[in-house]
């Protein structure tokens, strides 16, 4: 191993303690709340394999294959540090192990999805109402998710009388290519 | 007289200098864990079945005890003394690296034994056992289910039905296009497969390429 490369790793020591730290796990209310403010910090990476990224991500995510992590391509999109970039796999584990991978070169703002895209859709896109009985902050949550649902995917149920929410649904589902970069500027 | 109890005093001074020094090597020079594995080299070791063992697997191994496998337990303590798997050892998360723990670990790797580490979850033993991965131990094996099914306490629980790897996409993708697409469901009523396909066809609009200026 070249010496330049082994003094900028994080040692195990002090990578062990970043991992018994909880604080990179962001859940997915935080995701949804910072992708319908479109937050351009934002930078969600989905490392399941594409054929799961092509049948179903999360809206404006980019699909890094976890074996491809290290590739140039991948590197030059994960190495800026203008930017939160959130791992996410369908749980947290693959998503886990592609963290503890890039905090070992040395990686600054980069997160966890907590529960994984199962999780993101089963909380979200499925939000379950709270019992009448429930908090007024649980309410609000409900509304929020089902108001973020609606601005990703439109509105199943409704007949639709606004226009404007087709077309965002039609926006969310493009799929970037992996290897484009999305840098570039001048 | 005066001048013997100079010469003691210094030499008192001098010896608790030494020691000082000596104590300071000893510290500096512990001896470090260093990583074995490049990070590519790590990398290769992700989604590979060999280094995983499942719960049916495990449950196997837990019946057939022939003393070649020893489990350990990266929860807390507390979680641990209420309950755990039969013979296993307590190692929290926080601790894998202590001096103790090093030891018994290289033992058990001198031993010939095979480990496997699990959690809460999977993703609880999951930094563990790629840590100790990519520090060069090569008999580590991840659990990939919940502590819940290894627990034999509780045989006919629930959790029996989890599925055998965690990293199982859960959507139904299917049902989701027709979510996804309100155009589809309001033609689904005449044409159902046909508005379906149409869905999915990705449009192309320049605005999400980022870039440029």
């Known amino acids: 191993m070249p010496a330049k490369d082994a003094a900028k790793q994080t040692q195990p020591e002090q990578l062990l303690a970043a991992i018994d730290d909880p604080s990179r796990f962001l859940s997915s209310d935080d995701i949804t709340d910072r992708l319908v403010k479109k937050d351009p910090a934002l930078l969600l990476i989905d490392v399941r394999p594409s054929e799961q990224f092509k049948s179903f991500s999360i809206p404006g995510s980019v699909n890094i294959p976890v074996d491809s992590l290290f590739t140039q391509a991948s590197m030059e999109m994960l190495n800026q540090n203008a930017k939160d970039k959130v791992f996410y796999s369908n749980t947290d584990v693959t998503s886990d192990q592609a963290w503890i991978l890039c905090k070992r070169i040395g990686m600054q703002r980069i997160y966890v999805l907590q529960g994984g895209v199962n999780n993101w859709f089963a909380s979200v896109v499925k939000a379950v109402k709270p019992l009448e009985t429930g908090s007024e902050k649980d309410m609000e949550l409900y509304q929020f998710r089902l108001a973020a649902c609606q601005y990703f995917y439109g509105s199943p149920d409704m007949a639709i009388t606004s226009n404007t929410a087709p077309e965002k649904k039609k926006v969310t589902i493009i799929r970037k290519a992996p290897a484009h970069s999305s840098g570039g500027g001048c | ?213």
């Not at chain 2, 001198?110 to 999977?122: D, R, V």
């Not at chain 2, 999951?126 to 990519?134: A, E, I, T, V, Y």
């Not at chain 2, 520090?135 to 959790?159: E, I, M, R, W, Y």
């Open chain 2, 1 to 213: 007289m005066d001048e013997l109890n100079k010469t003691n005093r210094l030499t008192i001074i001098v010896i608790a200098f030494v020691l000082v020094i000596i104590v300071g090597l000893i510290t500096f020079r512990r001896p470090d864990v260093k990583y074995v594995l490049t990070p590519a080299e790590s990398l290769a070791l992700l989604n590979n079945p060999e280094f995983v063992i499942t719960p049916e697997q495990a449950s196997a191994i837990l019946k057939d005890s022939a003393g070649k496998t020893v489990f350990i337990d990266v929860r807390n303590s507390m979680a641990f003394d209420r309950n755990h798997v039969k013979n296993a050892i307590n190692i929290p998360v926080r601790e894998l690296f202590s001096k103790k723990n090093k030891n018994v670990l290289r033992d058990l790797e001198k031993a010939g034994q095979t480990i496997i580490l699990y959690g809460e979850t999977q993703q609880q033993a999951n930094g563990p056992w790629l840590m100790l991965r990519q520090t060069g131990f090569k008999n580590v094996l991840l659990f990939t289910g919940t502590f819940a099914q290894l627990d034999t306490s509780h045989p006919d629980s629930l959790t029996r039905i989890l599925p055998q790897l965690s990293e199982t996409p859960l959507i139904d993708t299917a049902a989701l296009k027709l979510v996804s697409s309100p155009a589809a469901t309001a033609k689904n009523m005449s044409e159902p497969a046909k508005p379906v396909k149409k869905a999915v066809i990705p449009v192309k609009k320049t605005k999400s390429s980022g870039g440029g200026c």
